[in-house]
Every structure is written in structure tokens, then in C-alpha cells.
């Protein structure tokens, strides 16, 4: 067990809706990062956030948006979802930002498009 | 820009054989690291082992050991005396530049049979 969790475990959404997905960053830890991962492929960075700030983004349109609390545990909002929203979406956290910090992943939060 | 290549979709063993999982990558930078994680059927990415590039040894973490080949810009993953429990997806993945998240290589799924 890592100590990172996400909620909710699995979720389901029509196009068009918003959703918001959390998580709980291991105890210690002040740096959260997204991933997207569709079926069969590797995890796609979405975004980053160190001591509250965004601290890096990667190819998402701006309806992903994010927020990292002072507590360090995080949110994820897509808006306008669409078909291709359809994923796993993994939370890491880790202690500092440097390459050599370790990120550590929750189990995810699988999200259903229809 | 960084970029990670695992060349074998599947690798099929048997029990308590060692069995090796690529990875190239290609990066300008004289300082990076590079990951290994397991991703079981269950979704959460696991952290297996780590390489820091100026580290003189190769990284071993139990069962698992990195074949670090700085010149050919290769991190292959051994794993020794396979393990039903091995069965899973393996990411290779690094950092795009210091003080960001990973990106990830495509993965390789490793099945293992008694």
C-alpha cells in the first residue's frame, strides 16, 4: 500500500457533463501528479502540483483543471467530458519534484464516458 | 524531447525463470533517472526499482535488477526466478526534464505460467 487514495474507485458520465475526481496524497508528501491512461497504453502526464501551485502541464485541453489543497491532497476537474475522456486516470504523489523523487500511485479512478 | 520505447508488447515465461524487459530511451540531458513500475490487472502502478544516471552500480531491489547501459541509452528490467505474481503490465518511464512528472514508455505485459 503506497498511502495514496482516489475516489471514487469507478464512475460513470454522459458527454457534455462535469466531473471531479480526488485524491489523498501519502503522508508527507507535497507534489501530486495526473496521468490519463487509456486501455492498453502507458499513462499520459496531465498536470502537476508542488506546495499548491501547478508546476507543469502536459498536452490537455483547458477544460482539465486542477487544485492542490494546503493539506496537499488534490482534484482533478474535467469539464465538457467526452467519449475520448474515457480512462484510467492514476494519482502520484511525491516528496519534492527532482527526477530522482520517487511517485508513488493510487489504485485510480476509471472513468466511463457515454 | 524524451522519449521512451519498449519494443515487446507481450513476453510469455514460465515459473522461476529470469526473464529481461526492454527499454530505450533518448534524452540530451547529462542528469536523469529512470523508473520501473508494475501495473497488475487491478490498475495501480507499482514501483519496482530505480536508476540514477551517474549511479556507478546497477540498481537491484530483491527479484529485481537493472541492466543500465548508459552508452546505448538502455534500462532493461531483469527479474529473477519468475513468480505467477509477476503477471502484469511494465512500464519503463523518466522525466521529462527535471522538476516535472514521467512520461512512459508503452508497456510490455509479461505472463507467467506454472
Redesign the interface.
Known amino acids: 500500500e503506497?498511502g495514496v487514495t482516489q475516489s471514487p474507485t469507478h464512475l460513470i458520465k454522459t458527454r457534455g457533463q462535469q466531473v471531479t475526481l480526488r485524491c489523498s496524497s501519502q503522508s508527507g508528501h507535497n507534489t501530486v501528479?495526473w496521468?490519463q491512461q487509456a486501455l492498453g497504453?502507458?499513462?499520459?502526464?496531465i498536470f502537476?502540483y508542488y506546495r499548491e501551485e501547478e508546476?507543469?502541464r502536459?498536452n490537455f485541453p483547458p477544460r482539465f483543471s486542477g487544485l492542490q489543497f494546503p493539506n496537499y491532497s488534490s482534484e482533478l476537474n474535467v469539464n465538457a467530458l467526452e467519449l475520448d475522456d474515457s480512462a484510467?486516470y492514476?494519482c502520484?504523489s511525491s516528496l519534492g519534484?527532482?527526477?530522482?523523487n520517487?511517485?508513488?500511485?493510487?489504485?485510480?479512478t476509471?472513468l466511463s464516458v457515454l | 524531447a524524451q522519449k521512451i520505447t519498449q519494443t515487446q508488447p507481450g513476453m510469455f515465461v514460465q515459473e522461476k525463470e529470469a526473464v529481461t524487459l526492454d527499454c530505450t530511451y533518448d534524452t540530451s540531458d547529462q542528469s536523469y533517472g529512470l523508473f520501473w513500475y508494475k501495473q497488475p490487472s487491478s490498475g495501480e502502478m507499482i514501483f519496482l526499482i530505480y536508476q540514477g544516471s551517474y549511479d556507478e552500480q546497477n540498481a537491484t531491489e530483491g527479484r529485481y535488477s537493472l541492466n543500465f547501459q548508459k552508452a546505448r541509452k538502455s534500462a532493461n528490467l531483469v527479474i529473477s526466478a519468475s513468480q505467477l505474481g509477476d503477471s502484469a503490465m511494465y512500464f519503463c518511464a523518466m522525466p521529462p526534464q527535471a522538476g516535472t512528472a514521467l512520461i512512459f514508455g508503452k508497456g510490455t505485459t509479461l505472463s507467467v505460467s506454472s
Open positions: 503506497t501528479s496521468y497504453q502507458g499513462p499520459q502526464f502537476q508546476n507543469g502536459g484510467l492514476l502520484a519534484t527532482g527526477s530522482g520517487i511517485q508513488y500511485f493510487g489504485a485510480g476509471r
